[in-house]
């Protein structure tokens, strides 16, 4: 079986049932097929992990600017500013 667009890839999936129609309904209720349904789900989750990652990754060509940038921020009065308000986090 031939894909259309070489770009797509296929998913089989298993589940319950009791999961299937879960999805179905869902799928439904906003207007999309089970799949798109499926696929955007998954997509958001994955944004939200990567999105809590605290790794920030940075191609090689720039990896050396960017530890400089890290290593000289700014010194002007807006930084000094924010740098002297409260955190929420900080007793």
């Known amino acids: 079986m031939s894909n259309a667009n070489p770009s ?3 998913v089989r999936l298993k589940a319950s049932d009791e999961v299937w129609s879960l999805i179905d309904r869902a799928a439904k209720l906003r207007g999309q097929t089970s799949a798109e349904f499926i696929v955007g789900a998954a997509q958001g989750a994955a944004e939200d992990v990567l999105a809590d990652c605290p790794v920030a990754l940075v191609p090689a060509s720039s990896y050396d600017h960017y530890l400089q940038i890290l ?4 010194r002007n009065d807006g930084f000094r500013r924010l740098m002297r308000v409260e955190k929420p986090w900080q007793d």
Not at 71 to 74: A, L, R
Request: hydrophobic share 15%; proline share 29%; no cysteine.
């Open 8 to 10: 797509m890839r296929t």
């Open 71 to 74: 290593d000289q921020p700014p």
